[in-house]
């Protein structure tokens, strides 16, 4: 099956910092989504991008299909960015299972 | 409405007692996804849907559990004779064309 990886596995910043996230795949994807989870367990759908780039507010996101890989920029990092990212992908083949990465944690200090 | 509607929240049970938990899809959403996350970084897929009929179930563990999504009712994920090992937050997602798939808040579920 698809393959995801996620780095790096844990993040720290201080508030006001920007960060990218890498999310790599070993297969073709007919879908990639970005989630965070919240330090209470929410899974918070960021953004749906099986290619291009998509913007919303300090939040951004970049998938090159060809090559395998979706990057999150997090820009001015806040307190309330803290949490787990997962990235999580689906073959290409239909409505297939998402097969999530293993997160990257973040923490932002203030 | 928009969202996926897990109940309840928490569910506690002693180890062997059945546990049963629920879905209701976003309406017009014809696939429902469910996943077990044990760690906290570990989504595990169950079982998903297309309407009321199975459309994967590699990831079911066949001996306790099942699932069922019948017309016109919220789906349910049922465990018989729970196990410490249960013990995780259960995520239902629902989704109906490319564009996504929207997950529910999820049920923590505690085996003691």
């Known amino acids: 099956g698809i393959q995801v990886e996620q780095s790096p596995p844990d993040l720290i910043l201080q508030e006001g910092a920007n960060s990218t996230l890498r999310c790599n795949f070993s297969d073709s994807v007919n879908n990639l989504q970005w989630f965070h989870q919240n330090p209470w367990g929410q899974l918070i759908n960021l953004f749906y991008i099986p290619s291009g780039t998509k913007q919303n507010g300090r939040l951004s996101a970049t998938t090159v299909a060809t090559e395998r890989y979706s990057l999150l920029y997090i820009s001015s990092s806040q307190t309330t960015d803290s949490g787990v990212y997962f990235c999580a992908v689906a073959e290409n083949t239909g409505f297939q299972k998402l097969v999530f990465g293993t997160g990257t944690r973040l923490l932002v200090s203030p | 409405g928009e969202e996926v509607a897990q109940t309840p929240k928490h569910l506690v049970r002693g180890e062997g007692q059945k546990a049963k938990l629920y879905c209701a899809p976003i309406?017009?959403?014809?696939?429902v996804f469910w996943y077990q996350q044990v760690l906290k970084n570990e989504f595990k897929f169950l079982i998903s849907f297309q309407n009321e009929n199975v459309f994967d179930e590699t990831g079911m563990p066949k001996e306790r559990f099942s699932a069922k999504c019948l017309p016109n009712s919220p789906c349910s994920l049922e465990i018989q004779a729970t196990k410490l090992e249960d013990s995780a937050v259960y995520f239902c997602a629902s989704s109906q064309s490319q564009g996504g798939y929207t997950f529910g808040s999820g049920t923590r579920l505690t085996v003691v």
């Open positions: 309406k017009g959403h014809s696939y």
